[in-house]
């Protein structure tokens, strides 16, 4: 895998966009980023050994289970799905068949705890705006602009091999996942963290082929993406102090 100071830098670069590009999620009482934790985990758990039944099991119980606490959490689990379909079919009948019942039994547990009523309201219809989609999508991609080109940077380098094939494809998953989700009332930019993070992982990758390179670039890559995420975070300052000073007034009118 990647070497472990890359990796680091890659858990680096999701946490400051976390802080800057999610800040809404920042310390909100909403179970979105232990959604993405249990999922992380899941795909971790199989990752290191993709041919142990035991641990195809584990995976897809917290993967199951991030997708319980927060539905729009598809993309990783059909990546996965792919990446172990072309690696080894024996084990993607495992995993298929570990999902299914583990579904089935949180859907049995959920319907005994809260009845049927909550099944009907994943159903219910939403508000949807095209416009809102477009403006979340181009939102994010002002965000994520310079990981996007780390990325690039990336698929090019014949080294990366497996690692990076699945990131791309958990990134064109997410992304099309965020362009349908964007445009749906109480959705904002929590549709755009799994990109978020398959463009963090990606930034790793793409650190460690520039650092590697004939001509390291590692170093001012790294720079320009921070003075980039610096110049992004004094943007919201002017919004983040009027909601400061705001506080008591929108809690009196919620």
């Known amino acids: 895998g990647t070497a472990a100071r890359f990796g680091l830098?890659?858990?680096?670069?999701?946490?400051?966009?976390?802080?800057?590009?999610?800040?809404?999620?920042?310390?909100?009482?909403?179970?979105?980023?232990?959604?993405?934790?249990?999922?992380?985990g899941g795909m971790l758990v199989i990752w290191a050994r993709p041919e142990s039944t035991r641990r195809i099991v584990l995976g897809a119980i917290l993967m199951m289970a991030a997708g319980w606490t927060k539905h729009l959490l598809i993309p990783l689990p059909v990546t996965a799905s792919l990446w172990l379909?072309?690696?080894?079919?024996?084990?993607?009948?495992?995993?298929?068949?570990?999902?299914?019942?583990?579904?089935?039994?949180?859907?049995?547990?959920?319907?005994?705890?809260?009845?049927?009523?909550?099944?009907?309201?994943?159903?219910?219809?939403?508000?949807?705006?095209?416009?809102?989609?477009?403006?979340?999508?181009?939102?994010?991609?002002?965000?994520?602009?310079?990981l996007v080109a780390l990325?690039?940077?990336a698929i090019v380098d014949e080294r990366m091999g497996e690692r990076i094939a699945f990131v791309s494809l958990y990134l064109a998953i997410s992304a099309a996942v965020a362009l349908f989700a964007a445009g749906g009332a109480g959705v904002d930019v929590n549709s755009f963290f799994d990109v978020?993070?398959?463009?963090?992982?990606?930034?790793?990758?793409?650190?460690?082929?520039?650092?590697?390179?004939?001509?390291?670039?590692g170093a001012p890559a790294t720079t320009a993406l921070a003075v980039y995420l610096v110049i992004f975070a004094v943007t919201l300052l002017p919004q983040q102090l009027r909601d400061i000073r705001n506080i008591d007034a929108d809690e009196k009118t919620a």
């Open 85 to 146: 379909l072309w690696r080894s079919r024996p084990a993607f009948a495992r995993w298929v068949i570990s999902g299914i019942l583990t579904l089935a039994v949180i859907a049995i547990l959920a319907w005994w705890l809260h009845g049927v009523r909550l099944f009907e309201s994943l159903n219910e219809p939403r508000e949807y705006l095209r416009a809102k989609a477009i403006n979340e999508a181009t939102h994010a991609l002002l965000w994520f602009a310079p």
């Open 9 to 40: 830098l890659a858990a680096l670069t999701f946490l400051a966009y976390a802080m800057t590009y999610g800040h809404v999620y920042v310390a909100m009482d909403d179970p979105q980023w232990l959604a993405h934790a249990l999922m992380m």
């Open 151 to 153: 990325w690039l940077t």
């Open 196 to 217: 978020l993070i398959a463009l963090s992982l990606a930034s790793g990758l793409a650190l460690e082929q520039l650092a590697t390179s004939k001509r390291p670039m």
